[in-house]
């Protein structure tokens, strides 16, 4: 089980860290991403992480902007978003058991946690 939490509403600019905790031990051998979902759109890639935090990946939307991070002794994967954009309205959702950062196939999914920015 997957459960997000550190959504909200945010203006521009702003910034805000959504979690990602599971239940599960195996998910510290997990990689683990974030996606995101806006109205009348298609569920984007974010960013994701490999197990050990040593190698991840950034959607070019997010890159400078957004950090993806890890503490697997509290199974837990964060994601720092500065510099908020209203774009950057959305439901993110994290999601682990990929092969890859690269890959896109995940396992288990969260049920999101809603990103508000305001212009």
């Known amino acids: 089980q997957l459960v997000e939490s550190g959504g909200g509403l945010v203006q521009a600019g702003g910034s805000l860290r959504l979690s990602c905790a599971a239940s599960?031990?195996?998910?510290?051998?997990?990689?683990v991403g974030w996606f995101r979902q806006a109205p009348g759109k298609e569920r984007e890639f974010v960013a994701a992480i490999n197990w050990n935090g040593l190698s991840t990946s950034y959607a070019d939307s997010v890159k400078g902007r957004f950090t993806i991070s890890r503490d697997n002794a509290k199974n837990t994967v964060y994601l720092q978003m500065n510099s908020l954009k209203p774009e950057d309205t959305a439901s993110y959702y994290c999601a682990a058991g990929s092969p890859g950062i690269d890959k896109y196939e995940y396992d288990y999914w969260g049920q999101g946690t809603q990103v508000t920015v305001s212009s």
């Open positions: 599960r031990r195996t998910f510290s051998t997990s990689v």
